[in-house]
């Protein structure tokens, strides 16, 4: 799967107090919700999904050539998040080698996205890690907000140009596009302040990301050059994930349009981040079958793709950041020092 950078907002010590978080309660009712719906889903739908054996089958007749390309074209989108990483701190005056950068890259994401608040557990992780390498706590925290700033800025992108290209949804989202744009333009040009209100009304998690911003900036000096290759980096990240899905398909001989395909993985991202579950199992899986199905692919098909992808992307990207995770900490823990690399 595409590495997804995420930030948790800054945080204050406080005195503990016996009353729950209310924060940590939510997210442990939206996750069982999301299991009980996947369950349901599964009993409702039982006498129509697609006979295993029949999956098995077509995942075994996979063209292996276009397996390899999928698993090529995983292993680079995880390069470019690493590169993405590394440039970044390489902007602020951090050292940093490739090798070592998509190690940490694997190893964190390894614990995104396999352990319960795993998303915080890997900020604190690639803290840790890029510490030992020299790098300082405000370059740090500039490295992962802005490496999820460029990420989130590109997928959303990349789902908006989803919705476009799929005639299905093509006409809703250009009206709710311009609707929104239209309304922005008005609210900016009569009432200036109101933006400002609002984002002062959201309360000290609002505030935080706008103190993590300004931090960003004083901590990294982006050239011109720089402002270019980062947003790339990122889109690179997601298109290559993208193209692993797209050879999956190849791989399985399922004749689907590009459009089908980017608007299946666009869902699949969308539905695993909002479930609040790690790795978005599940829901990923389920959200890009039911796009696939009702491209008109069936549902054989369309299962054997979801499983082969998802084997790629997340099973196999697991394995190797977990790997990553022994050799960084176990077998060869610390950081070697290296000379400063160019940008």
């Known amino acids: ?35 009980a719906a996947v369950v349901c889903v599964i009993f409702l739908f039982r006498d129509r999904l697609p006979s295993p054996s029949e999956v098995w089958e077509l995942i075994a007749a996979a063209h292996p050539g276009w397996l390899i390309v999928a698993v090529m074209a995983e292993t680079s989108s995880m390069r470019a998040f690493a590169r993405l990483i590394r440039h970044l701190l390489v902007a602020g005056g951090a050292q940093l080698t490739l090798p070592r950068a998509v190690a940490v890259t694997y190893a964190r994401n390894a614990v995104s996205n396999s352990l319960p608040g795993g998303q915080v557990l890997s900020v604190a992780y690639t803290t840790r890690q890029l510490r030992l390498l020299g790098a300082t706590t405000p370059l740090i925290a500039a490295t992962l907000l802005l490496s999820a700033v460029f990420s989130t800025m590109t997928f959303v992108a990349l789902g908006a140009v989803a ?3 799929e005639p299905a949804t093509r006409v809703t989202a250009l009206w709710v596009f311009l609707g929104a744009g239209v309304a922005l333009a008005v609210l900016l040009r009569f009432r200036p302040r109101v933006p400002a209100r609002w984002l002062s009304g959201r309360g000290a998690r609002t505030q935080a990301v706008l103190a993590q911003l300004r931090g960003a900036r004083a901590a990294i000096t982006l050239t011109r050059r720089d402002r270019l290759v980062l947003p790339g980096l990122a889109l690179l990240n997601w298109l290559l994930d993208l193209a692993c899905l797209a050879a999956v398909c190849a791989a399985t001989g399922v004749s689907v349009g590009p459009h089908t395909v980017l608007l299946g993985y666009v869902a699949a991202k969308a539905a695993g981040v909002l479930a609040l579950v790690p790795g978005g199992l ?16 069936t549902g054989v098909a369309a299962a054997a793709v979801v499983a082969i992808y998802r084997l790629i992307s997340y099973w196999a990207v697991l394995i190797a950041g977990w790997s990553a995770w022994l050799l960084l900490n176990v077998i060869a823990p610390g950081g070697r020092r290296e000379p400063p690399p160019s940008r």
């Open 163 to 165: 919705l476009l290209a």
């Open 282 to 297: 599940g829901i990923a899986e389920i959200g890009m079958a039911a796009t696939f199905v009702s491209a008109g692919m």
């Open 1 to 35: 799967m595409a590495c997804q950078s995420t930030v948790a907002p800054v945080q204050t010590p406080v005195v503990p107090t016996p009353s729950r978080n209310p924060g940590a309660a939510r997210r442990a009712i939206v996750r069982l919700f999301v299991v």
